[in-house]
């Protein structure tokens, strides 16, 4: 086909191809590359060179027809009719339709069947641009490659190639929290990110609460060294006299010493535990807020690129059927109206098709996008819950250091504490919790065509 010569049927801005050949109605044009994928390059007379709808120009010089041979693809069943073969210079095979002059390649073993003339089959580009509303035979209808769960595209369960985990053996969010669930009532759906954000802000809360423990612990000592303190000034006994009454008067001083001790103990324990877990994160709600209206704003935005999908996907069915019902007028009535029709409705169809594919693009730009941030967001969310553990563990620490430096007396009951505490392992919490919590491991994947 390279060097072949064909005239172009409607003219092309060249807009939809980044290396697009503009031209005008009936110019003449040198092919020099005619891959499969329905966009052929061509040169103008004037020296310029580009990329045009192949469905766009005419054939002048058609290739050698080609005798099928046993073995070889659609031997063993006829060409759907008005459907020619030919074998390009290159060794492909080749087709054109007499009626309707689609035409596309197809290797050797693909398999044809019957069809409608002007039927189009959709498909993701393999390499080289292909505009889903080029015609062209079709191919054996291939099996579901992914599906579409509330606007968000997964690979096909029955069809997908096994995942990797981003973090494998670390049990992290941004591998288990890809997909929806039903909330607790079976009502709404909520996104794994909702449920993450759900965990910090109960995380917070926990936080919240262990502060308020604490400003009890602290009114009870006040309240406990404030007896103290009165009851090392009461006055029985106060006329014991001698040795017994020296002793006695030290004891009741004692008291006071004590409570003085009970006092820096709450001091303590509002400074360096109460006030450090009330503090921690004072804008921790505002910065959840940011998390969520983010990573929602992607999610509208994925939602509104796939209605635009489905919209286009749709227009496209109409200009097929519109294509199909009008080249079927023509084999019944031939007339210079209907092929005019054919024309437009041709031209109609590869513009929905190249709206569909533009939709498709748009809609992979907008799922990539939110797929990065999801992962970005859901690794800070990790790393601040390892923050926050790591920081209320070290506080309890020094509450029962303060513990063992007031209360010789009672060691023992501190001890477990203690124990329990060394053991915290955030990395264990986040793998039990996980499991119980997570959505799905499996990542969204490109919609294809």
């Not at 807009?15 to 061509?42: N, S």
């Not at 596309?104 to 019957?114: D, I, L, S």
């Not at 769960?149 to 890809?178: A, G």
């Not at 199909?324 to 590869?350: C, D, H, P, W």
Request: hydrophobic fraction near 30%; include cysteine; glycine fraction near 6%.
């Amino acid at each position: 086909m390279s060097g072949s010569r064909c005239q172009t049927l409607y003219p092309f801005s060249g807009e939809r191809h980044r290396q697009g050949l503009r031209f005008a109605a009936g110019e003449l044009l040198t092919l020099l590359q005619v891959p499969d994928g329905g966009w052929w390059e061509g040169q103008k007379e004037d020296g310029l060179r580009g990329w045009f709808p192949a469905s766009y120009v005419q054939l002048l010089e058609k290739p050698r027809k080609v005798t099928p041979q046993p073995g070889e693809d659609s031997l063993n069943c006829p060409l759907p009719p008005g459907w020619q073969s030919y074998m390009s210079p290159q060794g492909h095979r080749y087709y054109v339709n007499t009626f309707t002059n689609a035409n596309g390649y197809h290797t050797p073993v693909t398999p044809m069947h019957q069809m409608e003339p002007g039927h189009m089959s959709l498909r993701k580009p393999s390499g080289d641009p292909q505009s889903p509303g080029s015609p062209r035979v079709p191919r054996r209808l291939a099996r579901e490659s992914s599906r579409t769960i509330n606007c968000v595209t997964f690979p096909h369960p029955d069809t997908m190639q096994e995942q990797q985990l981003l973090k494998p053996t670390e049990w992290s969010y941004c591998d288990y929290f890809w997909a929806d669930k039903k909330d607790p009532q079976g009502n709404n759906t909520v996104s794994g990110f909702e449920i993450l954000l759900q965990k910090q802000l109960k995380g917070k809360q926990m936080q919240k609460e262990m502060a308020e423990f604490v400003r009890e612990r602290i009114k009870i000592e006040e309240e406990y060294a404030k007896n103290l303190s009165k009851l090392s000034q009461n006055s029985l006994a106060a006329q014991e006299e001698g040795t017994l009454g020296e002793a006695w008067a030290q004891l009741k001083k004692s008291l006071a010493d004590e409570a003085e001790v009970h006092l820096k103990f709450s001091s303590k324990l509002q400074s360096e535990v109460e006030k450090p877990l009330l503090n921690f994160r004072e804008n921790f709600k505002k910065d959840m807020k940011k998390y969520d209206h983010h990573i929602a704003d992607l999610r509208k935005q994925l939602a509104s690129r796939y209605t635009a999908v489905e919209k286009a996907r749709k227009a496209l069915t109409e200009r097929q059927k519109d294509l199909e019902m009008k080249t079927q007028q023509l084999e019944i009535k031939l007339s210079n109206k209907t092929e005019e029709e054919i024309k437009k409705a041709r031209r109609k169809s590869t513009q929905a098709g190249d709206d569909l594919m533009r939709c498709v693009d748009l809609y992979n730009q907008a799922q990539s996008k939110w797929f990065e941030e999801m992962v970005t967001s859901t690794l800070e969310l990790e790393r601040l819950e390892v923050e926050r553990v790591e920081m209320i563990r070290q506080h309890l620490c020094q509450y029962t250091q303060l513990r063992h430096e007031t209360d010789m007396f009672n060691q023992s009951t501190i001890e477990p504490v203690d124990q329990l505490l060394q053991k915290v392992e955030p990395a264990k919490d986040r793998e039990l919790w996980v499991q119980e919590h997570k959505t799905g491991d499996i990542r969204p994947v490109d919609m294809e065509i």
